[in-house]
Structure formats: structure tokens, C-alpha cells
């Protein structure tokens, strides 16, 4: 029965696409001035290159066209992929309302997440948002940071158990063991909840389900632009049968999984609003309470009634506190593992540091020989957040690698973007403004912005947490105190942006990004930043300090018959998602396969 309904969609598309093309050639379009690349494809454009394992074609649309190049969506549809930062600043700050998110983006997210910050628009996205702020506040995180300790020990003790009894190296694809852990650091300090995701022998439906939920997705990306039409012209009974007549089985699978988060996420509210009517944790511990969810429904609680967030709204902010909370954060872990097995100077300075830092705090604390205890020291919040090579490994690493590459807007109204450095026009002429219509599809590219060498110079692509520690790049880091602005939430993106080097203002200051985070923007930037980010570094500095200083991490070194070992590669498929490649490997599954061992005192020592 699918069969004639493909037939339809398919003959329907060619028509469109076929008439788009006939009005286009009579009436040029807007965009048609802007540079870019020439169409792979008449249904998908450029996207397929973008954004399956694209990372080479977009440093080449970088290198070739600049800050604002003119791609081809779906049918052909002209699009625009920005990284310029004053095009930036003006789309997600200083004109942010005339550039929303897009309507495939809204729709698939409230179908499979409910209503949360990701699934919503205007007045309701702005009232969650202003709810939940202050429960992300840096007080909160120190609050429950002490009690999150013991699940980055937990990783720690599952890494161990898989040693060899000899004390000797042997090979552990990380990444299951560090999505464990990631899973459970947002349940517990966000939530408030145990999934036990530390005990393997555990299994846990909603765990299951977030796990899949982004990879499965990947598989039927090219259907998200038809899911705004389904939602507003099909009933919940056709939707229902129109997945199961197609012949993707990944759609049904995200049905299951959308499912599945409903009723987990319902079940977890219930449990809170029990917690908090009776005054007990049902979990249990001495810190019972002070979650983030506890905090977050003791504010709505007392909040006007008509700024209240409704069960509706409370289910999509638990399915996307904790999606947020594990897939990226899992992926930047993985990735800084592996980057400090690369680079074992980096590793070995990193241990230093953290082992230094808890000697003067066992020293403080009036323990006898620091030198011996110091492993059983669990650093402070601002001990740790402000340790200058672990935050410069984080910076550094989520700059250049970020865990999501791109993300989009669609422009509400006709707008003019303003440019920081003047792009060359099809035409050949230099201009430092396009002008966009209502209706244009947005493409931010977080990783132009945050490799663009007028903002980063010119070793902008190359793996340097130094440039985090001097002062030529200081204001790149904590730039709220040099300008005098007080940043409750480390929030940076209202820090103006300085017009550049080249820039129109002709200055010799370098532009920065309106981003939430030391001038890149991996968390975004305006009023749809991630709300998490200083969570989601308290997470990852908190777990890689912990491995580190008590582990050693390698490339694998076990080779085949050919003398070959396993290479490990990251595909940029909008995620981050990496694999090994062919013969050890089949490029597709992700795996972070590296040799671990306990550390010696060697591994202490720093080599010129």
C-alpha cells in the first residue's frame, strides 16, 4: 500500500522541482549574487556533502568562498552557510527575531522529546527560558558538585576492572563505558534520579532509548523536511499509519524510542512531585533534594501561574536536559581521550597539574604525606574549574572539535546581514552585506566559527591548548571581567563583537563570536544557547581529571598479520561520531578503541 503513496510523494516532488526551476529562471533569486558551490544533486543539494563525513568540504567552502556562502537544500532551495561574526552576532543576538529556528527542526524535536527548550519558539520558549536560567546559576552547580564525584569514580572503578591482573595495557573502546557515565552524571545531578548505569548488569529502557535515539535518527534525516507537513495535515492515526506503510524501519524505531521517553520522563516527574509534596527523596542520600529538577519545581511552584511551565513543558525539559546532557558530553570526552593519546606531552602535563592540586589540597586539609593520599582527593568546584591546562584542553578541544557542526535558522522577515570582512559576490564584486528573504534557510556553521582564522589566526585549525594560556589570546577565555560585565552564568554571547582585523571598522582588534563560550560556538550564542554549557564543563573536566590522573591512555598498538594497528577516525555527519577504519573496522560503528594501563611515576614526567 506504501507503494502508490511513494509513487505520489515522488512524482509530486518532481513536478515541484520542475516548476521551482522554470519560475527561477524568469525571476533570479536574491541569493543569486552569493557565491558558492554548484549543485551535486537536484533533490539534495549540497547537503549530503555537508553533512555526511563533510568535514573536508566544508574547510574547502571556508577556504574558497569566505564568511557567507550560498548552498543548495532539498529541491535545489538556496541557502546560505554562515560562519562571518558579525553575521552571527546580528542572526542569533542583536536581530535574533527575525531569524527563528526552522519549522523541521521544532516539529521532529516535539515529536520525539515533548515541549522543551528545543521544541519551542517565541513567548513559550522565552517563559521556559526564563525559568530555568537561575536553576543552571553558578550556585546550583557547586551545590550538587561534591555529590557527582562518586560517579566519575565509578567509571573509573569499571576502566579498572577491565585491566589485566598483571598491571599491564590492554585495549577498551571507552566509549560505552564514558556514555555510562555521562548518562548517570545527568541523572543524578540534573534530575536527581539513579539509572544505575554503572552497574552492567543493569538495563534501563530510557537509557536504551537515549542512547539510540541521535543515530537512529541519522538514518531518515532526509524525511525531516516533510515532517511539519505530516504534523499539520495528518491526523496522529494517519502519521501512525503513514510509518508504518513506508519502508524505513527507522522511523518506527524512533516511534518506539519517542514513546519509550514519554513514559520514562512522565514516570520521573511523578517521582519528583512525590519527593517534593512528602519532603523525602525516594533515592535517598544526604544531599536528597538539592537536584536541579528538585530546584527547578520548587521555582515553578511558587512562579505566577501563568508563567508556570505544564507536565506537558516539564516532560520535554527532562528528555532534553538529559539528551543534551550525554550525547555531546560523551562524544567531547572520547575525543579529548584520544587527542591526549596523540599527544602524550599534553597527557602527562595534564596529570601533573591535577596531581599538584590535590597534594596542596590534601596539604590544606592537614593530611599526613600528601604525596601518598593524593589520588583519594576529590578537587573543589572552583579548584578545578580554574586549573589553566585542563580548561585550556577543554577550550581548545571543543573549539576545534565540536560535538554538533552545524545548526540551523530560517529568516522570518527580509533582512540585510551586515559582514565582518567583505565576501566576493558571483559576480565578482567585493560586498560586506547580503540581502536575505523571508523564507532562507540558515546554515551556522559552529565549526567556521570556530576554525575562522581572523578570530583564531592563522594556526586556527591546528590543536593548541597554549593559545588558551597567553596573553595575545586572553580575551578569547574570560572576557566578562576584562570589560567589566557581570555574567551570572558565564553567559558571553552579551559581550559586543569587535569588528576585526580586516573587518569594516579597520581596528587591529580581532572580532570575536557571540558565543556563550570563550568566543566559539559549540554552545551557541543569544537567547537559544545551550542552558547546560557550564554543566556540560563541569561534567567533563570533573570525569577526564579523574581518569587522567590515575590512567594512562595510548593508541592501540596491537597490529593484524600486516603489521597495521587500528586507526581511529571521527566522521563529521552533523555529529561527531567516530570509528575505525577498514581492515580493523567497518566505518560505520562508534568506537573509541584505546590502550590503557595504570599510571607510574614516569607518566608524572615531563619530556623536553
Known sequence: MFLP???????????????????????????????????????????????????????????????????YGMLGTEQLLVYDPVALQHILVKDQDSFEETDMFVE????????????????????????????????????????????????????????????GSTEIDLLPWLRRGT????????????????????????????????????????????????????????????????????????????????RSASHILHT????????????????????????????????????????????????????????????????????????????????????????????????????????????????????PYLDAIVRETLRLYPPTSMINRVATRDTVIPLNNAVRSSYG??????????????IISILGANRDPCLWGADASEWRPERWLTATDAHMGDTSKT????????????????VGLHGLSGSGVRPRNPGVYGSMMTFLGGNRACIGFKFAEMEVKQILSTLVSTMHFALPSTTDEHGTCKEIYWRMDGLQVPVVRPPHGDFKTSQVPLDVRLVVEADFLQTL
Open 5 to 71: 503513496i511513494l509513487w505520489s510523494l515522488g512524482l509530486g516532488t518532481y513536478i515541484v522541482w520542475k516548476f521551482g526551476r522554470s519560475l527561477s529562471a524568469l525571476h533570479p533569486s536574491p541569493l543569486s549574487s552569493v557565491a558558492g558551490p554548484p549543485k551535486d544533486h537536484w533533490f539534495t543539494g549540497n547537503l549530503l556533502r555537508l553533512m555526511r563525513d563533510g568535514l573536508d568540504y566544508n574547510l574547502a567552502l571556508f577556504r574558497r568562498f569566505g564568511g557567507i556562502i550560498k548552498v
Open 108 to 167: 521532529t524535536n516535539k515529536l520525539l522529546f515533548g515541549e522543551g527548550l528545543i521544541s519551542t519558539l517565541g513567548k513559550q520558549h522565552r517563559r521556559q527560558r526564563k525559568m530555568l536560567n537561575p536553576v543552571f546559576s553558578l550556585s546550583n552547580l557547586r551545590s550538587i558538585f561534591p555529590r557527582l564525584q562518586p560517579i566519575a569514580d565509578g567509571v573509573l572503578a569499571l576502566l579498572k576492572n577491565e585491566l589485566p591482573v598483571n598491571g
Open 183 to 262: 548518562i548517570e552524571y545527568v541523572a543524578r545531578g540534573i534530575l536527581g534520579v539513579r539509572f544505575d548505569c554503572l552497574e552492567p548488569a543493569e538495563a534501563n529502557e530510557y537509557v536504551g532509548a537515549l542512547c539510540n535515539v541521535q543515530h537512529i535518527a541519522l538514518k531518515v534525516l532526509f524525511l525531516r523536511p516533510f515532517v511539519p507537513w505530516a504534523v499539520r495535515t495528518l491526523s496522529v492515526g494517519w502519521r501512525n499509519k503513514l510509518v508504518d506503510w513506508l519502508p524505513f524501519s527507522a522511523l518506527r524505531e524512533l516511534r518506539d524510542i519517542a514513546h519509550v521517553m514519554h
Open 272 to 387: 519528583k512531585r512525590v519527593e517534593a509534596a512528602n519532603g523525602i527523596h525516594i533515592n535517598g542520600g544526604p544531599d536528597a533534594g538539592t537536584d536541579l529538577m528538585n530546584i527547578m519545581l520548587r521555582a515553578n511552584a511558587v512562579t505566577e501561574e501563568n508563567a508556570r511551565l505544564t507536565d506537558d513543558e516539564l516532560v520535554g525539559q527532562i528528555n532534553t536536559f538529559i539528551l543534551g546532557g550525554q550525547e555531546t558530553t560523551t562524544s567531547a570526552l572520547a575525543r579529548m581521550l584520544h587527542i591526549l593519546a596523540l599527544e602524550q606531552g599534553a597527557q602527562t602535563r595534564l596529570r601533573k597539574e591535577v596531581r599538584e592540586a590535590k597534594m596542596v589540597q590534601a596539604s590544606a586539609r592537614g593530611l599526613a604525606r600528601p604525596e601518598e593520599v593524593w589520588q583519594s582527593i576529590s578537587l573543589p568546584y572552583d579548584v578545578l574549574a580554574k586549573l
Open 429 to 442: 564584486e567585493a560586498t560586506s552585506s547580503i540581502n536575505v528573504p523571508a523564507g532562507t534557510n540558515i
Open 483 to 498: 570589560l567589566g560585565l557581570d555574567l551570572d552564568f558565564g553567559d558571553e554571547s552579551a559581550i559586543p563583537v569587535v
